[in-house]
């Protein structure tokens, strides 16, 4: 399993089927991006300029939205994750 360092976190992307008004499935190629994720794991936190680390805001299992073009995207055990910066998280899904 992955790690991420410092303020960044590991998200599984949740992808959803998109379908017009009328019922057909978009294919790939025209979906938009998805910003839609569940945490997988966080960092440690942000080294400050005390030497402190600044506490995650995320946790392990939240489910979060993400700007848009965020993140790199990695394979690790046959799944696809994206590892994003602390800060291109927007939104934690409550409820």
């Known amino acids: 399993m992955l790690k991420p360092l410092g303020n960044r976190v590991l998200l599984e992307v949740i992808k959803e089927e998109q379908?017009?008004?009328?019922g057909f499935v978009l294919p790939e190629s025209a979906k938009d991006k998805p910003q839609t994720a569940r945490v997988v794991a966080v960092?440690?936190?942000?080294?400050?300029?005390?030497?402190?680390?600044?506490?995650?805001i995320v946790?392990?299992?939240?489910?979060?939205?993400?700007?848009k073009?965020?993140?790199?995207?990695?394979?690790?055990?046959?799944?696809?994750?994206l590892i994003v910066n602390e800060s291109d998280i927007i939104a934690i899904v409550e409820g």
């Open 59 to 67: 946790a392990k299992n939240d489910t979060v939205v993400f700007e």
């Open 43 to 56: 960092g440690q936190g942000c080294l400050l300029d005390s030497g402190q680390r600044s506490e995650p």
């Open 19 to 22: 379908k017009t008004q009328s």
């Open 69 to 81: 073009y965020a993140g790199t995207e990695v394979k690790d055990q046959g799944k696809d994750y």
